[in-house]
């Protein structure tokens, strides 16, 4: 069982930051984690991708969030981070941490943060 666990979430005024931060915790029982990402949802809208990571380092980011914001990750700490900047109303949402890999026993898993609300507002 993975536990993905977020941290970072708050209200900001339009235009300022914030960094999200999710670690995945196991028991010690990770062998590693594949694509770590971050998805978000709106009040009426569907989950959607806001940026993913491979454990290489290779970068998806949705048009919405370029130039903005920045995905990163420690492989050492199983953790990976939202940086976001220039935040504006329209990127309020819960903000869900996602991850998926293969552990000691060689089953994969997939698993989803609890989520963290970010308010973007005057």
């Known amino acids: 069982q993975v536990q993905l666990v977020e941290s970072g979430g708050g209200l900001v005024q339009p235009g300022g930051s914030l960094r999200l931060s999710c670690t995945a915790t196991a028991s010690g029982s990770i062998l590693s984690i594949n694509t770590m990402g971050w998805y978000r949802q709106a009040p009426g809208n569907q989950r959607e991708l806001v940026a993913t990571?491979?454990?290489?380092?290779?970068?998806t980011l949705a048009d919405s969030v370029k130039g903005r914001f920045t995905i990163s990750r420690d492989n050492a700490k199983n953790t990976v981070y939202l940086q976001m900047n220039s935040l504006k109303p329209e990127d309020t949402a819960v903000y869900y941490c996602?991850?998926?890999?293969?552990?000691?026993?060689?089953?994969?898993?997939?698993?989803w943060g609890q989520g963290t609300q970010v308010t973007v507002s005057s």
């Open positions: 996602n991850a998926g890999g293969k552990l000691y026993s060689l089953d994969d898993f997939a698993s």
């Open positions: 990571i491979t454990r290489r380092g290779t970068r």
